[in-house]
């Protein structure tokens, strides 16, 4: 690497807020030694730029040696991430490459068939005539022999190892906060029916009561573990040697062959009592059921899937929220990796947090909060009739019940919302539409960017804390590790509120819904950047409009149906409230219960809308079921 280089490798024509001494801060912090530099950069801040001029200090072949590692990777957990870098004119230069299964085979009569079930995967000894032309081998060589290589974090880790993908002399990771949090996922072992082609064929003890007298369920897992990663052997050399595979017994070697290397992966960090990491294990259900492995910090899984892979460091993120914290979770010596950060150069007035509270959110509240919530959304579409909002409701419980009872308002034929198999096209579909649209969505705050009048406002509904009944959490917790607790649930919040200001004309307002959240702000002061501190410390009440279903669907000329009719409140104005407080519910807010559809109520939403049209159009037997 040359960090020299840094500043001239920026790929824009110019530099836009702090861009120009950040990437000054880092080119020094690379030359003063440090093999790994945390960017903590603002959300808008452009970290892709700054990840690409990074990536342009790499050492080239012609200055290498034989044996030096030359050349750059960008990773990222996000796919949404890397699809804004291949469509990036800016980034050209980064040649991405994805999973086989995202590629189809071009064979004659293969042309619907993933490249990961194709002739070349189902047959033995095929050798296909068009290799070259292939879509996936092809993206694959340019990545390998390319400068500067782009992938998924999943796609880079599975990798590991591999003669095509070799070591690099600069790894670029965007996105980074998460790195630990995304390695316990993915060396997380998943055993179930689902998952495990050969359930059948083993027994599946209680790993807690049949655990022997000097064993553990830890232990007694590693035992059963043994056992059926021989079955699973068996069961793939016997599919390997076959002349031909159907698709369906193609993919279930190739789940066979990843399932061999997890187990064998585990057991060797199982026995290595060197090892950092620690083991959970889930078995809620008993004898016969799923069992899930989880690790805590897995940092040997890091380092052979990550650290391994390059000379040079640069990890961006704008939630880095404790450099000491982060390295500990993904094993690094915080004595030898520096920090840059990144100044904030959004006006304060284009990004302001609102408190509009209404209650806790935790379960034990959550029938009494949730239809105040609900109400507050209606006042939120009124303040803003032709201005497009997004809901983060944290869970799909919360987002049900949402929706359900903005279909008893009648203001549904101005909601969005999504399933977790429609995710993406819902997504799509809000952002494309020129309606004012509510979206009402679970697991967003992250990686989606909506500048301009993609979006103008938002609403967090709930406190984003990790799930305590998650094993690695309680274990956590039970270790006393409460600030990691609350910086995590931090981390989350900041990446929403950053969703909507995207540049620094941009404008957006986030709006508070539970409490928990301002008690969150409390716990985990000293982990706040100042920036976002700026925003808690201006935040304010605003002065809201009443309850009005007819005024929250003005901006599509619609009128409310069934029982929101009633909610409209005679002489009702724009800022209309029966006190200063937004949080105040307007009438008891207990009408329509629950699983109720009162007088000729709907929760009839644009998404349900879509999809009839689809349904009920000539050529719906073309496009099918949508």
């Not at 030096?68 to 800016?90: F, G, H, M, N, R």
């Not at 995590?488 to 909507?500: D, E, F, P, S, Y």
């Amino acid at each position: 690497m040359d960090p020299d280089r840094i500043p001239a490798e920026f790929p824009a024509p110019s530099f836009r807020g702090a861009q120009e001494r950040a990437l000054a801060d880092v080119r020094d912090a690379f030359a003063a030694g440090n093999d790994v530099v945390l960017v903590r950069a603002p959300t808008g801040s452009g970290k892709s730029l700054l990840a690409r001029a990074v990536m342009g200090s790499a050492r080239e072949v012609a200055d290498a040696a034989p044996s030096e590692p030359t050349d750059a990777y960008y990773t990222t957990p996000q796919v949404s991430q890397l699809d804004d870098v291949a469509s990036d004119d800016l980034l050209e230069d980064l040649k991405v490459i994805r999973g086989k299964s995202n590629y189809d085979c071009v064979l004659p009569g293969e042309h619907d068939t993933p490249v990961d079930r194709a002739p070349c995967a189902r047959e033995q000894g095929f050798d296909c005539s068009i290799k070259h032309r292939c879509p996936y081998f092809s993206d694959r060589a340019i990545a390998s022999s390319g400068r500067f290589a782009a992938m998924t974090l999943a796609y880079f880790m599975r990798t590991a190892g591999s003669e095509v993908f070799r070591k690099r002399d600069v790894v670029v990771i965007d996105e980074a906060h998460g790195l630990a949090e995304w390695a316990e996922m993915y060396a997380t072992i998943d055993l179930s029916p689902e998952r495990v082609p050969v359930w059948d064929d083993v027994g599946v003890p209680d790993v807690e009561r049949d655990a022997g007298t000097d064993e553990d369920a830890l232990d007694r897992t590693a035992r059963f573990v043994e056992s059926l990663r021989d079955v699973a052997k068996r069961a793939k050399d016997e599919l390997t040697g076959r002349p031909e595979l159907s698709r369906e017994e193609v993919a279930r070697r190739d789940r066979l062959g990843e399932l061999i290397s997890e187990l064998g992966w585990f057991l060797e960090d199982y026995r290595d009592l060197d090892s950092p990491t620690t083991w959970v294990v889930d078995q809620p259900d008993g004898e016969g059921s799923a069992i899930a492995i989880k690790p805590l910090d897995p940092a040997r899984y890091l380092r052979h899937t990550v650290w391994d892979r390059g000379e040079k460091f640069a990890l961006l993120s704008a939630t880095i929220l404790s450099k000491e914290a982060f390295c500990r979770g993904v094993g690094l010596d915080p004595g030898k990796v520096a920090l840059v950060d990144v100044e904030h150069t959004f006006p304060l007035a284009n990004r302001p947090l609102f408190d509009v509270t209404q209650g806790s959110m935790t379960y034990e509240h959550r029938d009494e909060t949730v239809p105040k919530i609900a109400r507050l959304l209606v006042r939120l579409m009124a303040e803003h009739p032709d201005e497009k909002g997004l809901i983060h409701a944290h869970s799909y419980d919360i987002a049900g019940r949402l929706v359900e009872r903005l279909g008893e308002f009648g203001v549904t034929a101005r909601v969005r919302r999504h399933t977790r198999a429609n995710r993406d096209a819902e997504l799509e579909a809000w952002k494309a539409s020129p309606d004012p649209e509510v979206f009402v969505a679970v697991k967003m705050e992250e990686a989606l960017d909506l500048e301009g009048d993609l979006c103008r406002w938002q609403v967090v509904c709930k406190a984003p804390y990790r799930n305590t009944n998650d094993s690695r959490v309680a274990r956590r917790l039970a270790d006393g590790q409460w600030a990691w607790y609350h910086r995590t649930a931090l981390r989350t919040v900041i990446q929403a509120c950053g969703r909507v200001v995207r540049a620094p004309d941009d404008y957006g307002a986030t709006y508070l819904a539970d409490d928990s959240l301002l008690d969150l702000f409390d716990r985990a002061v000293a982990d706040t950047p100042s920036w976002f501190r700026d925003q808690i410390d201006a935040m304010t009440t605003p002065d809201l409009p009443a309850f009005d279903p007819s005024a929250a669907l003005a901006g599509i000329d619609a009128e409310p149906s069934g029982p929101g009719r009633a909610g409209r409140r005679q002489g009702g104005s724009r800022n209309a409230t029966s006190s200063g407080r937004t949080g105040e519910a307007i009438g008891d807010g207990t009408a329509g219960r629950p699983g109720s559809t009162g007088d000729g109520g709907t929760t009839r939403t644009r998404s349900e809308a879509d999809e009839e049209r689809r349904e009920d159009h000539p050529l719906s037997d073309v496009w099918g079921d949508g």
